[in-house]
Protein backbone atom coordinates (compact mmCIF):
# COMPACT_ATOMS: atom_id res chain seq x y z
CA UNK A 1 0.00 0.00 0.00
CA UNK A 2 1.57 3.27 -1.19
CA UNK A 3 0.49 6.92 0.11
CA UNK A 4 -0.18 9.51 -1.81
CA UNK A 5 2.47 12.80 -1.98
CA UNK A 6 -0.55 14.32 -0.38
CA UNK A 7 -2.27 12.21 2.16
CA UNK A 8 1.53 11.29 3.15
CA UNK A 9 1.49 15.43 3.64
CA UNK A 10 -1.57 15.52 5.51
CA UNK A 11 -0.80 13.24 7.75
CA UNK A 12 2.30 15.10 8.60
CA UNK A 13 0.51 18.00 9.81
CA UNK A 14 -1.88 16.29 11.71
CA UNK A 15 1.32 14.64 13.41
CA UNK A 16 3.10 18.09 14.16
CA UNK A 17 -0.75 19.24 15.27
CA UNK A 18 -0.77 16.85 17.64
CA UNK A 19 2.58 17.08 18.65
CA UNK A 20 1.61 20.92 20.08
CA UNK A 21 -1.04 19.74 22.07
CA UNK A 22 0.63 17.90 24.28
CA UNK A 23 3.71 19.78 25.11
CA UNK A 24 3.59 21.60 28.32
CA UNK A 25 3.93 25.57 28.02
CA UNK A 26 7.22 27.63 29.59
CA UNK A 27 5.66 30.59 29.32
CA UNK A 28 5.35 33.18 31.89
CA UNK A 29 2.10 32.71 33.79
CA UNK A 30 0.55 36.00 35.01
CA UNK A 31 -2.27 34.35 37.59
CA UNK A 32 0.69 32.17 39.50
CA UNK A 33 1.96 34.09 42.28
CA UNK A 34 6.05 33.18 43.22
CA UNK A 35 4.82 34.86 46.51
CA UNK A 36 2.11 33.38 48.82
CA UNK A 37 -0.26 35.82 50.71
CA UNK A 38 -2.88 35.02 53.25
CA UNK A 39 -5.64 37.02 54.04
CA UNK A 40 -6.32 37.52 57.72
CA UNK A 41 -8.17 39.04 60.24
CA UNK A 42 -6.93 42.37 61.31
CA UNK A 43 -5.15 42.27 64.64
CA UNK A 44 -5.81 45.64 67.41
CA UNK A 45 -2.68 47.00 66.80
CA UNK A 46 -3.97 46.89 63.07
CA UNK A 47 -7.44 48.27 64.15
CA UNK A 48 -5.99 51.74 65.56
CA UNK A 49 -4.71 52.58 61.96
CA UNK A 50 -8.27 52.17 60.94
CA UNK A 51 -10.34 55.43 60.65
CA UNK A 52 -13.91 54.89 61.48
CA UNK A 53 -17.18 56.99 61.47
CA UNK A 54 -20.60 56.14 61.19
CA UNK A 55 -24.06 58.63 61.28
CA UNK A 56 -27.15 59.02 59.15
CA UNK A 57 -27.18 61.03 56.02
CA UNK A 58 -29.22 64.75 56.71
CA UNK A 59 -32.43 63.29 54.29
CA UNK A 60 -32.59 59.55 55.55
CA UNK A 61 -32.27 58.60 59.34
CA UNK A 62 -33.20 55.01 58.46
CA UNK A 63 -29.52 54.39 56.50
CA UNK A 64 -26.43 54.49 58.76
CA UNK A 65 -23.52 55.48 56.64
CA UNK A 66 -19.98 54.25 57.83
CA UNK A 67 -16.89 55.60 56.54
CA UNK A 68 -13.86 53.29 56.37
CA UNK A 69 -10.04 55.09 56.12
CA UNK A 70 -7.08 52.71 55.52
CA UNK A 71 -4.08 53.98 56.93
CA UNK A 72 -2.31 50.37 56.82
CA UNK A 73 0.71 49.69 54.33
CA UNK A 74 -1.64 47.38 52.42
CA UNK A 75 -5.28 47.24 51.22
CA UNK A 76 -8.03 46.29 53.37
CA UNK A 77 -10.82 43.99 52.27
CA UNK A 78 -14.18 44.82 54.54
CA UNK A 79 -16.44 41.85 54.66
CA UNK A 80 -19.29 43.07 56.59
CA UNK A 81 -21.13 45.18 59.81
CA UNK A 82 -22.70 44.20 62.63
CA UNK A 83 -25.21 46.44 64.27
CA UNK A 84 -26.26 46.38 67.62
CA UNK A 85 -29.53 47.82 68.60
CA UNK A 86 -30.78 49.19 71.47
CA UNK A 87 -33.37 46.46 72.01
CA UNK A 88 -30.69 43.99 71.78
CA UNK A 89 -31.41 43.29 68.76
CA UNK A 90 -28.23 42.45 65.71
CA UNK A 91 -28.82 43.20 62.28
CA UNK A 92 -26.01 42.08 59.98
CA UNK A 93 -25.15 42.89 56.18
CA UNK A 94 -22.18 41.41 53.81
CA UNK A 95 -20.49 43.51 51.63
CA UNK A 96 -21.31 42.09 48.48
CA UNK A 97 -18.87 42.02 46.76
CA UNK A 98 -16.63 43.48 49.65
CA UNK A 99 -15.62 46.12 50.13
CA UNK A 100 -12.08 46.96 49.01
CA UNK A 101 -9.97 49.61 50.63
CA UNK A 102 -6.61 50.80 49.05
CA UNK A 103 -3.74 52.09 51.45
CA UNK A 104 -4.56 55.36 52.24
CA UNK A 105 -7.71 55.89 51.00
CA UNK A 106 -11.18 56.02 52.40
CA UNK A 107 -14.85 54.40 51.14
CA UNK A 108 -17.95 54.27 52.38
CA UNK A 109 -20.61 51.65 52.88
CA UNK A 110 -24.21 51.79 54.32
CA UNK A 111 -26.42 49.63 56.32
CA UNK A 112 -30.54 49.59 55.62
CA UNK A 113 -32.44 49.33 58.62
CA UNK A 114 -30.54 51.15 61.36
CA UNK A 115 -33.38 54.30 62.15
CA UNK A 116 -31.38 56.84 64.01
CA UNK A 117 -31.27 57.12 67.63
CA UNK A 118 -31.48 53.15 67.86
CA UNK A 119 -28.39 52.30 67.84
CA UNK A 120 -26.34 51.20 70.51
CA UNK A 121 -22.92 49.83 68.73
CA UNK A 122 -21.64 48.50 65.49
CA UNK A 123 -18.23 46.69 64.09
CA UNK A 124 -16.96 45.37 60.70
CA UNK A 125 -15.08 42.69 59.58
CA UNK A 126 -12.34 43.70 58.10
CA UNK A 127 -8.83 42.07 56.64
CA UNK A 128 -5.67 42.37 55.23
CA UNK A 129 -2.89 40.59 53.08
CA UNK A 130 0.05 39.48 54.39
CA UNK A 131 3.27 37.44 53.62
CA UNK A 132 3.61 33.70 54.64
CA UNK A 133 5.48 34.64 58.33
CA UNK A 134 5.43 38.23 58.52
CA UNK A 135 3.38 39.91 60.32
CA UNK A 136 2.36 43.60 58.47
CA UNK A 137 -0.34 44.03 56.08
CA UNK A 138 1.16 43.99 52.08
CA UNK A 139 -0.73 44.99 49.14
CA UNK A 140 -0.29 41.21 47.03
CA UNK A 141 -0.42 43.21 43.64
CA UNK A 142 3.02 44.91 44.38
CA UNK A 143 5.87 43.18 43.80
Known amino acids: MTLS ?8 QIACAA ?3 TTPAWAWN ?3 RTKSFQEVELSAAEWQKVELRAGWAADS ?3 LLIEIGNRLPGPLACHGAMVTLQSGDIIRRAFTPYLYIPPA ?3 QASVN ?3 KG ?3 AYALTCSCWKKEGETACVDPGKK
Do not use: E
Open 118 to 120: LMK
Open 30 to 32: PFV
Open 19 to 21: SFL
Open 61 to 63: DNN
Open 5 to 12: KSRLSNLV
Open 105 to 107: ATK
Open 113 to 115: GVK
